[in-house]
Nanobody
Framework: QVQLVESGGGLVQTGGSLRLSCAAS????????MGWFRQAPGKEREFVAA???????????YYADFVKGRFTISRDNAKNTVSLQMNSLKPEDTALYYC??????????WGKGTLVTVSS
């Protein structure tokens, strides 16, 4: 079992920044692909960014097109955390942001989410 706890959400003005963090416990963190997803009111959950499990090639990063150049995902395997630095925030970034840990593409665990609200 894996426990994921997100933090760092809040209210910010358009153009502002926030840094989300997700603390993981329960299984080998480096073996998990870690990702951030979000769900806005009335919409489906969507992919935001991900960082692959640690391998000899490093950890590949993936981003949704709508956050490229604005958001940066990173992982700290010593602290079992994954972060999402969000810059140049827009009102359409308002959503509940979830952290996900995925093992070997089959087993996934989710956090309860942290709310990000961007005011115009």
């Amino acid at each position: 079992q894996v426990q994921l706890v997100e933090s760092g959400g809040g209210l910010v003005q358009t153009g502002g920044s926030l840094r989300l963090s997700c603390a993981a416990s329960g299984r080998t963190f480096s073996s998990a692909a870690m990702g951030w997803f979000r769900q806005a009111p009335g919409k489906e959950r969507e992919f935001v960014a991900a960082v692959a499990a640690v391998s000899w090639r490093g950890s590949t990063l993936y981003y949704a097109d709508f956050v490229k150049g604005r958001f940066t995902i990173s992982r700290d395997n010593a602290k079992n955390t994954v972060s999402l630095q969000m810059n140049s925030l827009k009102p359409e970034d308002t959503a509940l942001y979830y952290c996900r840990a995925n093992y070997r593409g089959t087993l996934s665990y989710w956090g309860k989410g942290t709310l990000v609200t961007v005011s115009s």
